[in-house]
């Protein structure tokens, strides 16, 4: 690790913040997810303060019944190209399900957005674990876990070819010859495979980053597999340093044993900051978001992460033995994981598993003074368990203000964070190359 | 019909023009296709001269071998998504396929390109007829023309459903009581059919404009009939007013046959007017664009158009025998009607076949001065072959110029088109309501 190794920052953006009451707040918008004011406030802040991305988690179905928390958003492509045109250099990567999409048009559209922004489109592949989204595409159960993977595997083998059938120079508009295009650069693909028949080419350019910032973010065996043959970035949640340096070992032994670089896989956990001027004040603020907590919704989210009903949990008691009994599920495998080894490493009740889980859904959650979130946040970076983070504010825009005001001059004045964007593309604030084309 | 019956424009946009040389004018931007400027100046320049929206075509394929034309396109809704942000009032249609794409996706995009252009979102349905589309998802081939009808009626419907999964009063954000929303206005769909099985609801609250703009282009008999059930505007390409007439009856017809209001259907030909300030200019001007043609290239798109070979047609013969003599196709039947009706009733040989389809593809060319293109279209829409036209210039962005500066101060003089816009979605441009919601 050269002394220039920089600091990754993303702004997670979700609703009125990531806390599940953050709707609740007396100074929050309950109706952000469809007001796109709210959006471009955010954005924009997150690119003054010289973030690499914004990022956008999301799955094809609604989020619990809506009674207690705003349950729907705005489909992720669609409004980071809106964003895109309300900003210059920040990266813009949207959560997009290789299970319930063709990769003839998924590919079209990223390449399409990272036209559209000039080279700052992101796509975080997930397999879609939940049994309501699966019930949006005609499954009555959730597509097996192995399989999900597979299914992605090839996507991604299909998404990456198509992205490269148009070589850098096919296209000669010559106007006095009447050639538009050198069709002999403009590749056919032909795939067929087990999943996906695809003939090619895109019917689009090759789009400014050759193609997208590949992003994953599932931390089951699959799951880390998948990462070491395609991906770029890994967003993953861990509470303990141990625990995200162990993940960051393996992440990058994996990588190399796919035979790629383990530099060119950027690891990025997240955190919920809860910032006060005294561990007191940041305390009382973690405090208030709990109060405002609705038990009843952690339940439900509890019991849909381990595929069972609510009633299957006695709020008083630990984690049921039946469930810490269970086989792998084959639905969110990582997240069911992390939640279990949570509750035994601290012996907790169903209740405070709600409440640990009620900030960042099992991401780390950080309560201290500025100085203590940016030692943190180097001590892990500098320790070997992160590249950067995902900075997921308890509520939004007041809580990424917060972090941007008073943590970042502190990572600035160790010389870890960006003073201003030197690139242009999203690629270029990762440090990362263009990839080469495959038919050149 | 009403005194206070008005006009309608659309701005068909097209790359560099419609006409299928545009690229090669020494004016031209050949790379147009993919330069967000250039979209921009167009979309500005339709939204100051307050036409009702903006309209691209679209089929997940390439067009030809890129050799003789620009053979690929920005996918429609994103492209219309970053233009929603560059223009505050102008409609944005977007044609994407209902027979590859999964109704849940898409009706979530659409809705969230609702959003946020604050109610301006178009679809234009289409089914997609070409082998090429069909040979990236899958197919060997094109999947039949009443198959491809039925699956879209079935999406329409699935499609309703999740738009008005949210009832307008759902979202209750109480803050003290911890109530979001009243989960018995948020519904499940639960269709099954024989396409598609869908759970819902959307998660997406319901859109500004209920749903968006439901648009249909095919006039084959199975067109006509799903657009009498479902379309709210009919594009269409007819090149004799008799033609368009014959058109605009059977389908207003079929609209009340279906307990429809006819005046709800506004039905929409193309036009692509070259135009001087002479006749002589005019006809200089269209021959000017047809000396540019490759032969080559309109031949290998009519061989496409009638699912054969370019080595079946002689350019200086009519149309073989064989061609005419066919059954129905399964791609795309009106198309191929339109050329054989222009074919036989001109006596046209192939060679002149393709330079009347090289401009607009079949479409109606009208070459005259400004007062005859407005006398044309004033003719078609007060006789009743017309509610108004997708305006087709074969350059742009100067052919879109020339019509604002010239032809629609005259229509305007008439007091046939708006001088400012009076509402602020495409539904009030269109002067269409809001559909009442099937929950309430």
Known sequence: MSAQRRLHLNAFLMEAGHHEASWRLPDSNPRADFDLGHWIELARLAESAKFDSLFLADGPAITGTGEFRPPGQLEPLTLLTALSQATSRIGLIATVSSTYNEPYNLARRLASVDHVS??????????????EEAANFGLDTIPDHAGRYARADEFLRVAKALWDSWESQAVVADKAAGLYADPGRIHRIDHRGAHFTVAGPLNVERPPQGYPLLVQAGSSEDGKDFAARHAEA??????????????????????????????????LPGIVPYIGSTEREARELAQQFDDLRIP?????????????????FALDEPLPAAILARPKLEGSQSRSDLIIELAVREQLTVRQILSRLGGGRGHFEFVGTPEQVAGTITDWFVGGAADGFNIMAPALPSGLATFIEQVLPILRGKGLFREEYEGSTLREHYGLPVPANQFH
Chains 1, 2 share one sequence.
């Open 118 to 131: 000039g080279g700052r489109a992101g796509w975080n592949i997930v397999t879609s674990a939940g049994a």
């Open 296 to 312: 009843e919704y952690g339940l439900r989210q509890l019991a849909a992460v381990f595929e069972t009903e609510p009633s299957a």
């Open 234 to 267: 890994i967003f993953t949640a861990h509470r303990t340093y141990e625990r995200a340096a162990d993940f960051y070992r393996d992440i990058k032994a994996r990588t190399a044993a796919a035979g790629r670089d383990p530099d060119g896989v950027i690891v």
